[in-house]
């Protein structure tokens, strides 16, 4: 036999038994953008590798070392998008759909980035994003955070997400902030994780972040980006919380939160889990007010946040350990000899016409009565429908009962049709 060939590593398949989950996640996800009027925005999964660069900044986990990037026939560089704003702007720039406008948009679709695959952290993962264009907040700083909120709500998850936020100020509160982290972090130069040394002059801030427990135990001494900040973004900062109150959305207030893109600034938030090990955080986002001007468009104020799929799947299948998601057939229609195939397809037809959205079966590739009653039961259908060659001279059909104790009956077809009804529609 031929050698098999595999995926790429850190890049699944979903396979039957697990789109049934992504199939109600999606559609829960398509809702909710629509409960709060975002539009869908659909944009190339290759863009050229200088929009990342621009935006994510050249000193990030992401451009640094996590980009899948290549150079085309024609010698252009081009990168499998790693993540959605950068993309959303550049499409709203170059269409006009930002220019002195205000927009709420939303996508979803893979993401690609080239780290150590392990639960939750995958090389192709998909992320639904919303983001707001034209508004300065914290109004829809709020109103993008209440999403999220709903959604886990939607799941029945909202006990297993908290949610944590920051200010990150303007960018001259940033850099003054900067400067008193280094000057405090050089006493330590030689005792810091070897990422944290290099951050300490190409992106400090970083250094906050930092997973090493030795360098979290330096940082507890290190002055607060919050002693730094300017008076408006404390005010908009101070806004968000009373926002939240009102709405009754709880959250933490984490002053080590600084996210890992250079382009967020004032509000940065993450929920995070503690059911899903390391690869805690559902989903993160924040306020990117230099982003549009950045690359290229008119300055124009924007927040949004980005969510993982597979972590919040993960997290679904975590809590409700029943297998809720998995989709089962409605009606197994049988076919027993030649004669009675070809009726047995018109009469799943007409049933698929009459109720729109019901799982018909038809049986194919004949097997006698046992074979049959067997996939039937497998299906998980709730009624097989036996049509043989005795049926069909009688107009008559028998509908047997496979998830219940009631005998079976005998229909003709406008009755047959009829009763399904019970069936599919519960
Ligand atoms: P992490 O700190 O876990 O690496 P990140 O800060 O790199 O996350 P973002 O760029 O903010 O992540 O992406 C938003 C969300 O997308 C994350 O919170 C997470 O749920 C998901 N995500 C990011 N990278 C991956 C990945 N490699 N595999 C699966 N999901 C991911
Ligand atoms: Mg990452």
Redesign the pocket.
């Known amino acids: 036999m031929a050698k098999t060939i595999q995926a790429i590593r850190?890049m699944n398949d979903c396979l039957p038994e697990q789109s049934g989950a992504w199939q109600l996640v999606e559609s829960h996800i398509r809702t909710l953008a629509a409960t709060y009027h975002y539009q869908e925005i659909r944009t190339p999964i290759v863009e050229s590798t200088d929009l990342f660069k621009r935006s994510i900044g050249e000193v990030t986990?992401?451009v640094e070392k996590?980009m899948y990037t290549f150079e085309d026939r024609n010698g252009d560089s081009l990168t499998l998008r790693?993540?959605g704003t950068a993309c959303c702007v550049r499409a709203g720039n170059q269409h006009g759909l930002l220019y002195n406008q205000q927009r709420r948009l939303w996508y979803m679709g893979p993401?690609f980035?080239h780290?150590r695959?392990q639960k939750?952290?995958?090389?192709q993962?998909?992320?639904f994003g919303a983001e707001a264009y034209g508004f300065e907040g914290p109004d829809i700083d709020a109103e993008i955070i209440a999403m999220g909120a709903r959604l886990w709500k939607a799941f029945g998850i909202e006990q297993s997400v908290t949610l944590q936020i920051n200010t990150l100020g303007d960018t001259a509160s940033r850099e003054r902030y900067k400067l008193a982290l280094v000057d405090y972090l050089t006493g330590f130069s030689d005792e810091l994780d070897e990422d944290s040394k290099r951050r300490l002059s190409s992106n400090p801030l970083r250094i906050l972040?930092t997973k090493s427990k030795e360098t979290q135990k330096i940082l507890e001494g290190a002055p607060t980006l919050f002693d730094y900040l300017d008076d408006a973004s404390k005010q908009h900062f101070s806004s968000l919380c009373e926002h939240l109150d009102a709405l009754d959305i709880e959250y933490e207030i984490n002053q080590k939160l600084v996210?890992?893109?250079d382009y967020y600034n004032r509000t940065v938030f993450?929920?995070v889990t503690n059911a899903l090990g390391?690869?805690?955080?559902?989903?993160?986002?924040g306020r990117y007010d230099g982003l549009v001007e950045q690359l290229g468009g008119k300055a124009t104020p924007a927040i949004g946040?980005?969510?993982?799929?597979?972590?919040?799947v993960l997290l679904m299948q975590e809590i409700n350990t029943d297998d809720s998601f998995a989709s089962s057939a409605d009606v197994y229609v049988t076919a027993l000899g030649d004669l009675a195939q070809l009726e047995a397809a018109t009469i799943a037809e007409q049933i698929r016409d009459k109720y729109e959205g019901s799982k018909v079966i038809l049986h194919c590739g004949g097997g006698n009565f046992k074979k049959q009653m067997k996939k039937a039961d497998a299906s998980g259908a709730k009624v097989a429908v036996i049509v043989g060659e005795n049926e069909v001279s009688a107009g008559e059909y028998g509908v047997k009962y496979l998830r219940e104790d009631t005998a079976q009956e005998t229909h003709n077809i406008p009755s047959l049709l009829e009763n399904l009804g019970k069936i599919i529609n519960n």
Do not use: K, N, S, V
Not at 120 to 123: A, Q
Not at 278 to 285: F, K, L, M, N
Not at 305 to 312: C, H, K, P, S, V
């Open positions: 850190g986990d992401i996590e790693p993540e993401m980035r780290e695959p939750g952290r995958y090389r993962f998909h992320q972040d996210r890992g893109l993450e929920w390391a690869q805690g955080t559902i989903c993160a986002g946040f980005a969510m993982g799929i597979e972590r919040l």
